[in-house]
């Protein structure tokens, strides 16, 4: 258990640390539910792989893997101006395609901190 505790606070201190580096927006799980409760049409991508996405996931979310997230615009949610949240298992990964959606032109993008590690586990 204190391993798992060890790895998490880890893993929270580097994405508090990557977050303020490039001003990504967050937003936490329980907010996201919040979101997810409110919204039915709710633009929500996990950019896990295949493998990890069909292992569970949010039912809203729509799979665009990062390792191909560049090359996926046709993927990207159509409508720029309405805010996009993003998850990956973690937080890390989501913030990348926060940022790559950012320069793309989309305007209110936040990532999901802790990724689905903490989805889970809320």
Known sequence: MLDFLFIA???GLIYFW?????GTK???TDELKRKIAEERSIQ????REPHEYKGGH???AKNVPLSGFGNASAQYPKDKQRPVYVICQSGMRSQRAAAMLKSA???DVYSVKGGMNFWRAS
């Open 58 to 60: 949010i039912k809203q």
């Open 105 to 107: 032109g989309y305007t």
């Open 26 to 28: 967050t937003v936490s």
């Open 18 to 22: 990557w977050s303020k580096r490039n």
């Open 44 to 47: 929500l991508l996990d950019v």
């Open 9 to 11: 606070v880890v893993i």
